[in-house]
């Protein structure tokens, strides 16, 4: 079952676009540009709030070990 984390190697602030895009299986670039977008059309608000919700609710991804 697929869950949904922070990303741990493709963040910028949070990982959150990160963490979708892998989700989706899309580019996380594109998922920043999909959120600067939205972002621009709803005076910006709605995505912040949205953003600091995500990035408190949505767990870190869990460290990988290393294979030895």
Request: glycine fraction near 10%; aromatic fraction near 12%.
């Amino acid at each position: 079952m697929k869950r949904l984390y922070l990303s741990a190697t493709d963040r910028k602030i949070a990982g959150l676009c990160g963490g979708i895009g892998e989700y989706f299986d899309v580019d996380p670039t594109i998922v920043r540009l999909l959120v600067i977008i939205i972002g621009i059309a709803t005076v910006f608000f709605p995505i912040f709030l949205g953003y600091i919700l995500g990035w408190i609710i949505i767990p870190r991804a869990p460290l990988q070990q290393p294979s030895t």
